[in-house]
């Protein structure tokens, strides 16, 4: 049994365990609770003659009926406070069933804690006491004992300890029992909360997809019918291409980079703060910065314009630096931010054909973009910050993390995949499953590799723009910080559909990739200098999107490296548009392309922050002890076991 809870240990304390810090630090501290107030009811076992020279074990002793009241409701109250609770890094929301995982996970825990605290010390008591007539004299509470009765003593507290074996199988068993309970309560709990906290927090009232049709969606009627070209959808990705253009300005202390995107007001301040940095010889630098979700929050539409407020989710380590690239200050670890960004136009103006601002052009003449210092386009002297063009950021305010989902108000999720695949293929007869899975695999190894080796030409036409810019603003990152990501012996090893969303303009498919590597990070040395070599298993979800009517075809395209429209070798733009025919090639009008990735821990709940210290790991590995591999199953969020649904 020893070895069996040695294993254990090992299995929690490994990457390859998916119970939170969080959630061990609830269960762990669960059970030290009742292991003490157990012991102190059976420090000799259970027998009332082995406890009576100090304890008397009666039925009704507060620590008895305390006892009782922590073996049955101490994991039924992890469970609660686990599911309740349970976030991922930067505060994500968790998925519903690895929240019921954790809360399974912290209600075992609590009690195999205190299972095997009352056992290692009623074993060690009862040991030392044995050997130590001293001891013997303390619980006694310094009675003289004649030598028959403290043999008879002894022989009882000896033999009585076969109960610790027996509260090291069963106590784990209740937990799990009461622990189902506790983590359904804390299921209906966290789902009431995440309801009141999205509507609550928020200063103005934002728009869940039950609410879309009364409110929403009158407002973007009115706008596409001002503008035909407008889609929301589109927009929204043009706003988060946006947020990481500005962003990636604001840590190069570029002022000019920012310059077509804001209105003169927001300008002023962002670039008064640049100076300031710049004066310090200070830049901020945002590590890990991850979208997690674009949500509109309010849009009007009226006789002179139209604004939409766009709410940004985000998980980023926030540092600032000094022009050594030294670090000044540091928050230690990924956390979640929110904010709130205003776009507006004035009546009027159209969406750009040409891609506007984001593509670097002049969005009346479509010129490439070159500014005077009063905002006009230097080619037609159109104004370009003033919203009379195209869309500009005329507010920008922090906002709390809500932990939105990345879907879309406009899109419709298949009830399964199966038909999900089914409207697909009524839609596109020539689509096929396989083939879509080659792509994946091909997309998945052809990324990983640009991305380890920190150029993401390679992989570019598989990434759609608004993606593409993140993972280029992680990798600047990574390269300002003198890092490089590699991941050595990667493997697929199973591609499963989980999701498939039917949109107005995109039509998107999730995978879920399950995959194993080395993953480390090495800096400009080739030093180690996070992770190991060692293989770990770990998953992805991949979202791939493709327009909407768009049809399989088989002509040669992105995955024989040409362009789908031209047949030219593939180059492109931070767009993704062709330089020779200039195609929208990552857009989606051609072939599916990955749109967002959400990695492991935003799926499993990794815990944003410090990594605990040396007695909180150690307090931990105890505790981990009590479960292994039972929660493999019941934490994971990949269910081997479901049908196939691609054919």
Known sequence: MTIAYLGVILFLTSRRSRVTRGTLAIGVGTGLLFGVVMY???????????????????TADPLVALAWILLIGGPAAAAVLATWRGRGPGGAALPRNVRIGQGIAAGVLANGTAALFVSALGFGTTALMLRSPWLLHWLSHGQRLTAIAAYRYEIIAGTNTNVYPFMLILFPVIGLIMSVLGAALGQNVAAGAATGEATSRMGPPSLPAAAFAATLRPVVDRIRAADPGFELEVFLQRAEMTFFLVKRGIQQNNAPALRPFLSDAVFQQVASGIAASA??????????????????????????????????????????LNDANQVIADEQADHRHGERWTF?????????????????????????????????????????????????????????????????SLAVAAPSVGQGIAALRAADPAFSPDAFRVRVRTAFVALQDAWCK??????????????????????????????????????????????????????????????????????????IVFGDR??????????????????????????????????????????????????????????????????????????????????????????????????????????????????
């Not at 050595?488 to 949109?503: A, C, F, K, M, N």
């Open 279 to 320: 004066a310090q010889h200070r830049h901020t630098l945002l590590e890990s910065l991850n979208v997690r979700a674009v949500h509109i929050q309010n849009a009007q539409c009226d006789a002179a314009g139209q604004k939409l407020q766009v709410h940004f989710d985000l998980v980023y380590r926030a540092k600032v």
């Open 534 to 647: 060692v293989v770990r298993p770990f998953t992805e979800d991949w979202t791939f999107q493709r327009s909407v009517g768009v049809a399989t075809t088989q002509k040669p395209g992105t995955l024989e490296n040409t362009c789908p429209n031209c047949g030219a070798p593939i180059s492109l733009t931070q767009i993704g548009e062709c330089r020779y025919c200039k195609a929208a090639v990552t857009s989606g009008k051609f072939d599916w392309v990955v749109s967002r990735i959400a990695q492991e821990e935003e799926m499993f709940g990794a815990e944003a922050g410090p990594v605990p210290g040396a007695g909180a790991q150690i307090a931990f590995q105890v505790g981990g002890a009590i479960v292994g591999g039972l929660l493999s199953s019941l934490l994971s969020n990949n269910s081997s076991g479901r049908p196939n649904d691609w054919n």
């Open 40 to 58: 102190a009811v059976a420090p000799l076992g259970l027998s009332n003659d082995a406890t009576d020279p100090w304890l008397p074990g009666s």
């Open 454 to 527: 920190q150029n993401l030409d390679a992989g570019r036409a598989f990434l759609s723009p608004g993606a593409y810019f993140t993972w280029r603003t992680q990798l600047e990152t990574l390269a300002a910080e003198g890092r490089r990501n590699v991941m050595e012996h990667s493997t697929v090893q199973h591609i499963e559909p989980i999701l498939i969303v039917h949109g107005r303009v995109y039509d998107d498919i999730t995978v879920r990739i399950s995959a194993a590597a080395a993953d480390f990070e090495v800096d400009k040395d080739n030093r």
């Open 344 to 408: 507006i136009r004035k009546a009027g103006a159209i969406t750009p054909t040409n891609g506007g601002v984001i593509a670097a052009r002049c969005p009346a003449c479509g010129a490439e973009l070159r500014l005077n210092l009063d905002g006009t386009c230097a080619h037609c002297r159109a104004s370009v910050t003033n919203g009379t063009v195209d869309w500009i950021v005329a507010g920008v305010e922090q906002a709390p993390f809500v932990g939105y989902p990345n879907d879309s």
